[in-house]
Every structure is written in structure tokens, then in C-alpha cells.
């Protein structure tokens, strides 16, 4: 099954935070995150592995919870490069990347 | 320039008759996976391939195929394309399975109309 993000959408002005969450209803092996701006590819921003481990990428990081099966995306002052759409893919087991994507949030950071 | 690279980026085309896109990737990288992106659903993997001559399925195989005789190339056929095989598709490499190599570089996509 697809993990589930929420929010879907979200809205931001310049300068403000937020929170993408990514929940499995299976044990994971690992979170990746990517961001996909309009009529582009996604774009890989980390990896998380189990035993919630805090990663960061510039502004951006995020925490991965294992008992949970849960991962969540910090965006701390937020910059217009920041919109888009951004995925959670889930990995079940080290076995060969097989990745679950969920169905994304789209983040719009406005002047 | 290390990149994946996708051909055709658009096509349309009716239903029933066969198709080809290609994928191939200049880094060397042993993994190489197929996906679809639909309004909603996010990215579906297809199928994915650990190396040569090593493919599997991934959560929505149906209706495709692949092949994986050359590292760096790795097709996507839809032998028999119907409808709601319309969609956006993505090839992706990666140096190997995760967490190590696990970064995924994705190709500028297709863009596939079936009519």
C-alpha cells in the first residue's frame, strides 16, 4: 500500500514553516523524500534510515520513526524556491529499492 | 554530464499499437526502475531492475515489459497500449539498493497519450 501524506496542500508566505507527514501501515526499512517542481523530475532530498535518525538538507530536514512508521518533513523558513510537490517513498525491506511513493503534497510559498 | 535520459518525451498514439520508450543512464549505476505519475497517486512503480539480466515487478506491472540486456539501457514496452495507460512515466537509476547508493536520479519523463 501507499503511504499517506498530509497535509495535501499547503499554502505558505515567505519566512513561514511547515510540516509534511509520511505514514505507512507496514514496518519500513527506510524514508526517501524528493521534491518535484512543475513539469520537471523529481529531485532527491534524503534518505532516512530506522532507528529515528534527523537528517537536514539546508533549511529542510526530517525524522523518521520507526515504531510509528512514521516520517515527517521540516521546512523551516521557507523560500519561494521551496514550491512544489514533495513525496515520501517507502522502502519495506533492503531489498533492492523498491520504493512505495505516496500521493504528495503540493506546497505553494507565496512573496 | 551524468544524467537519465528518456526518448520520446511526448507521444501519442492509438490503442493496441505497440511502443517503445526508451531509458539510458551514463553513471555506471546498477539499479534502474520504471515508474507511472498520475494526477493523485503519486509515482507507481512499474517495474525495476537490480542489473543485467535482472528485473522485477513493482506495484503496477500489468500491461508492461522490460528488458535489461545493457547497464545503461533499460526499455519500457507496452506491447498492447490501451487508455489508461495514459500517463506521465519517469525512468530512474541509482548507484545501487539503499541505503548506500539509494539517491534516485530520475529522466525528464514521457509523456504518453493513448488513445
Known amino acids: 500500500q501507499q503511504p499517506v501524506q498530509s497535509p495535501q496542500a499547503v499554502i505558505l508566505r515567505e519566512g513561514e514553516d511547515a510540516v509534511i507527514n509520511c505514514s505507512s501501515s507496514?514496518?519500513?526499512?527506510?524514508v526517501h523524500w524528493y521534491r518535484q517542481k512543475h513539469g520537471e523530475a523529481p529531485v532527491f532530498l534524503m534518505i532516512?534510515?530506522?532507528?529515528?535518525e534527523q537528517k537536514g538538507h539546508e533549511k529542510i530536514s526530517a525524522s523518521f520513526n520507526e515504531k510509528k512508521q512514521q516520517s515527517s518533513l521540516y521546512l523551516t523558513a521557507s523560500q519561494l524556491s521551496y514550491s512544489g510537490t514533495y513525496f515520501c517513498g517507502t522502502e519495506r525491506g533492503n531489498a533492492g529499492n523498491m520504493l512505495t511513493f505516496g500521493g504528495g503534497t503540493r506546497l505553494m510559498v507565496k512573496p | 554530464e551524468a544524467q537519465v535520459t528518456q526518448n520520446p518525451r511526448y507521444l501519442i498514439t492509438v490503442t493496441g499499437k505497440k511502443l517503445t520508450v526508451t531509458c539510458s543512464q551514463n553513471?555506471?549505476?546498477?539499479?534502474m526502475s520504471w515508474y507511472r505519475q498520475d494526477p493523485g497517486l503519486g509515482l507507481r512503480q512499474i517495474y525495476y531492475s537490480m542489473n543485467v539480466e535482472v528485473t522485477d515487478k513493482g506495484d503496477v506491472p500489468e500491461g508492461y515489459k522490460v528488458s535489461r540486456k545493457e547497464k545503461r539501457n533499460f526499455p519500457l514496452i507496452l506491447e498492447s497500449p490501451s487508455p489508461n495507460q495514459t500517463s506521465l512515466y519517469f525512468c530512474?537509476?541509482?548507484?545501487?539498493?539503499?541505503?548506500?547508493?539509494?539517491?534516485?536520479?530520475f529522466g525528464p519523463g514521457t509523456r504518453l497519450t493513448v488513445l
Open positions: 530512474a537509476s541509482s548507484l545501487a539498493p539503499s541505503p548506500g547508493g539509494g539517491e534516485q536520479f
Open positions: 532516512l534510515l530506522k532507528g529515528g
Open positions: 507496514k514496518a519500513l526499512y527506510s
Open positions: 553513471m555506471n549505476h546498477e539499479y
